[in-house]
Every structure is written in structure tokens, then in C-alpha cells.
């Protein structure tokens, strides 16, 4: 995967050539639910000539909305870079987006969805390497300012400590304190269910724990990989029995990211 370096020089990026994709893009469901106002005040560029005007604008006067908004235009190329749409304008318009992410940030510190992005950005290496404990310094500040209206950041954290990622410690108890926020805000959502099911959860996340920690004794041996494997499924097996007619067999039996393969 390749992994961008770019928009944190402090002299802006110049303009790409703007490819059609951009302008058929507008705001995100997480920007209208944080601000749905957002479209009016700031409505996304309709041609090259608005994004030129709009450019320049946002340099010139340091107006938060209009930094905010190129940077939600440009983010497209963040996400193409290493996607199906790749162009080789990705590349800059990812540097642009980043850009002005940090001078959203720099104007206002606690706008939420700058704070949400940032997380996003460390979280998948838009500004180079993979920085999860960062990212989860963004999330954790954009939630705890603005809660529900950034629940997206509640729901990262909660599979980030729910599995200890990127060099996060797994923390059970932060895991289902995000969880329980997601599952408040949609009961009918999966979230909900995944709540109703935690201790089934930790004891997954537990013995794949085990499994791991089996392989990483001798990683190069496929024979041992494999025999970790099996132990891994019969204390698999005991569980289901032990449980068996529960809502923990059920749940245990139904969720397919237990199997493991070599």
C-alpha cells in the first residue's frame, strides 16, 4: 500500500488539474450531521473557476469555513490514491486536503470534524506512516467535545481498544464504554447487538489473543502456525458446548471472523 507524505509543508499546495470526480462529490452524512447548516454556509465548489476564487479566498481572509471546505473537497484524493479511482492528481489534491486540515485546525482547535478527520488521517496513514495512537487522540477529543454528533469517532475507538490496534493497548472496559455510546444512538443498529453480546465478545478477542501469542513462538513454522490453529478450534468447540442453547453459543457459532486460516 502506498503511503503518502504529503500537506505538511507550510507553503500551499497549487492547484491539480481537477479531475470530474470532484465536482459530482459534495458533503459527507458525518458533516451534515455534525453541521447541517454546512452546505449553505459553505456550499462545495460547482467549477474550476470557484475552486481557483475559493483558493485564494481561503488564504487571504483565514476564514474557517472556507479552509474547511477545501479541505472536504480535495479529501476524495485521499481515498483514490490507494482505491479503485486511482489518478495520478490524487496525490496533490490529497496534499491540498491535508493542507487545509491543519489550517482548519490552526483557526479553530475544537472544530469537530477537523478533529474527527485528523484522527482519520493518522489512523490511515494520509500523512505518512500509520499513527493509531494519534488517532486516537483525535477521536478521543472530537467525541468527548462534541459527542453524538461525531459518533463515528466513538465507534473507531471502540474497535480500535476492543482489539488493540496499531500499538493501542486493548482496554475492554474503553472498548465497551464507545460501544455503549454507538448503541445508544441507533438501539436498533448492530452496535446494540454487539452490546447485548459483549462477554462473548471478550472471550472471542481473548482466545484469538492466545492463538496469536502461540503463533508468535515460532512465526515461520507452518506446522506449528497450524497446530495453534487447531488448539484454538477445539477450545472453540468446548466453548459452544459449555454454552450450548445460549445466546453465546449462538453468537459465538454465527460470527464467522473466529475462524482462523493458514
Not at 483525535?138 to 469517532?153: G, M, P, R, T, V
Not at 465497551?176 to 478477542?205: C, Q, S, W
Amino acid at each position: 500500500m502506498c503511503k503518502p507524505t504529503w500537506g505538511k509543508d507550510t507553503d500551499p499546495p497549487s492547484i491539480p488539474p481537477l479531475r470530474d470526480r470532484l465536482f459530482i462529490k459534495d458533503y459527507r452524512k458525518i458533516e451534515l450531521r455534525y453541521d447541517p447548516n454546512l452546505p449553505q454556509r459553505a456550499p462545495y465548489p460547482k467549477t474550476q473557476q470557484q475552486v481557483i476564487d475559493l483558493y485564494h479566498q481561503a488564504l487571504n481572509e483565514n476564514n474557517e469555513d472556507d479552509n474547511y471546505v477545501l479541505f472536504s473537497f480535495f479529501r476524495t484524493g485521499c481515498s483514490d490514491f490507494n482505491g479503485p479511482n486511482y489518478s495520478v492528481n490524487a496525490q496533490e489534491e490529497c496534499s491540498l486536503a491535508n493542507f487545509f486540515l491543519i489550517r482548519v485546525l490552526n483557526l479553530n482547535p475544537t472544530n469537530g470534524l477537523a478533529l474527527f478527520y485528523m484522527g482519520q488521517t493518522f489512523h490511515r496513514g494520509y500523512l505518512g506512516e500509520i499513527n493509531t495512537p494519534k488517532a486516537v487522540e483525535y477521536y478521543e477529543k472530537a467525541y468527548h467535545l462534541h459527542s453524538n454528533s461525531l459518533i463515528l469517532a466513538a465507534q473507531n475507538l471502540f474497535v480500535i481498544y476492543m482489539h488493540g490496534i496499531g500499538g493501542v493497548p486493548q482496554d475492554f472496559d474503553k472498548a465497551k464504554y464507545y460501544l455503549e455510546k454507538v448503541a445508544a444512538d441507533n438501539p436498533k443498529g448492530i452496535e446494540a447487538y454487539d452490546l447485548r453480546n459483549f462477554d462473548t465478545h471478550v472471550d472471542m478477542a481473548k482466545l484469538l489473543n492466545e492463538s496469536d501469542r502461540c503463533k508468535q513462538k515460532d512465526p515461520n513454522n507452518r506446522e506449528w502456525r497450524l497446530k495453534c490453529t487447531d488448539e484454538m478450534d477445539k477450545k472453540r468447540e468446548e466453548y459452544i458446548k459449555k454454552y450450548q442453547g445460549t445466546e453465546r453459543a449462538r453468537n459465538w457459532q454465527e460470527n464467522p471472523d473466529q475462524e482462523s486460516s493458514e
